[in-house]
């Protein structure tokens, strides 16, 4: 048993949102109690017991679009004509990078991001892998830096037709053997999806390979849609149909199913999206920084779609999407009042029941029978802090580096900011040197 007490609890339960002096009892890997902290410490006696100090005691972040294998591009120089559209972001980069990897390297740019992860508070992640040359056994390198780590995961590889027949069939095995090992498991620390990278790179004879391999695999996909206008053009080009029009006409939209982005789409494609009930992710930051504009998030929350909210590799700390989010949308439109309740929404409430749909049991919520994902955040309010201010404290105060103790399926990954029997030093020289033979090979 372990108790968490002395805290604020942010349970992120509507029946019981906010305890001012509260604690949480944690059996195992789940939460078996949650109250006032004399009477748990009472009552459970003999159990481990971490005094919050009166710090932040909140559910973990789930991260809903994550790409792990970007991780090496972080300092990477390459020279040449700068890219001046989202398509030469991918062939000048992205295409470059991920053909290199070797699978020492999948597992260290892994390892990476999740050690800030779980500095930043980050208990689950989904997942989104390319490799290209290194593809077989991919997924599982990186469900062992997510075990060693003990980070809840849903893992799948980005099939594409870009490098060939070869590769795209080894993308599709990747995916169906991962899917099945996970199946075998039956972990809720460790799922699958079906991943694609985008229509604009899936031929219509890949594309029904991937619908039956999915079938065959009893899992959903993960794909990248609409975030650049060449995915459109392409889309209507080749087939007469828009991003959504196209991935809806084919069932790859359902409630199995995660399609990112959504940036270039109309309110028809809107209401398809409505109708399968497909999990959207907005990624702000990503979206800004490859310039290829601002999701209708705001139209999609209002039509009942359920948007969440993800990285896309470019950070770890999910506060950082968050306060995008909430400026992203008031600049666009020019107007202060908006994207005020939405942000949070999508990232506490929404990302919980995109996560909850591929596993077992519920996370993201402080309460009885959950998952124990919790993490005790050292943040000094300068005012009041309670059910009504939280969103705007952590808005406007919170960031990642305020995360003290981070708790995953009830085991203690770091406590005082200290990873727990991780060799972080020895990662990451490992990693640094990996990156550079990397580098000297693009």
Not at 182 to 189: A, E, Y
Request: with cysteine.
């Amino acid at each position: 048993m372990l108790v968490i007490g002395n805290g604020k609890i942010v349970t992120r339960d509507t029946e019981n949102p906010f305890i001012e002096n509260g604690a949480v009892a944690i059996d195992g890997k789940i939460i078996k109690e949650v109250g006032d902290t004399a009477a748990l410490k009472a009552k459970y006696p003999d159990a481990e017991y971490i005094d919050a100090g009166g710090r932040l005691v909140m559910p973990g972040f789930i991260n809903a679009h994550m790409h792990y294998y970007s991780t090496f591009a972080r300092g990477l120089s390459l020279g040449g004509k700068p890219a001046t559209t989202f398509g030469e972001i991918l062939t000048g980069l992205w295409w470059r990078l991920d053909k290199q990897l070797t699978l020492e390297d999948v597992f260290y740019s892994a390892v990476g991001p999740m050690i800030d992860q779980v500095r930043s508070g980050v208990t689950s992640v989904i997942d989104h892998h390319a490799s290209p040359f290194a593809i077989e056994g991919s997924l599982f390198k990186i469900a062992e830096a997510a075990k060693l780590f003990g980070i809840r995961s849903n893992l799948c590889y980005e099939t594409s037709d870009r490098d060939g027949e070869k590769i795209k069939n080894a993308g599709i095995k990747e995916n169906v053997d991962f899917a099945k090992y996970c199946k075998g498991q039956n972990d809720d620390m460790i799922k699958a999806l079906f991943g694609m990278h985008a229509q604009m790179t899936i031929s219509e004879k890949t594309l029904n390979e991937c619908i039956e391999a999915a079938a065959s695999a009893g899992v959903g996909f993960h794909v990248h849609a609409a975030e650049g206008i060449e995915d459109v053009i392409d889309g209507v080009s080749k087939y007469g149909m828009r991003v959504i029009e196209r991935l809806n006409h084919y069932k790859v939209l359902s409630e199995k199913s995660i399609a990112v982005h959504c940036i270039h789409i109309t309110e028809e494609e809107m209401d398809m999206l409505k109708e399968s009930n497909v999990a959207v992710i907005h990624n702000p930051q990503s979206n800004m920084g490859n310039a290829v504009g601002v999701s209708p998030v705001l139209e999609m929350i209002k039509k009942g779609i359920l948007v969440g909210m993800g990285t896309d590799g470019y950070t770890a700390d999910m506060t950082d999407s968050l306060k995008t989010a909430a400026i992203i949308h008031k600049h666009a439109k020019g107007i202060p009042s908006v994207a005020w309740a939405e942000p949070p929404a999508m990232l506490f409430d929404n990302n919980k029941k995109i996560m909850e749909r591929f596993i077992g049991g519920k996370t993201g919520t402080i309460k009885k029978d959950c998952y124990a994902d919790i993490i005790i955040v050292d943040y000094k309010a300068p005012t009041p802090v309670n059910e009504n201010t939280i969103n705007s404290h952590i808005l406007f105060g919170v960031s990642g580096r305020h995360v003290d103790t981070t708790i995953i399926n009830g085991k203690i990954i770091m406590k005082e900011r200290e990873l727990v029997n991780i060799d972080e030093e020895a990662l990451m020289a490992k990693s640094r040197e990996l990156a550079q033979k990397l580098w000297n090979r693009i």
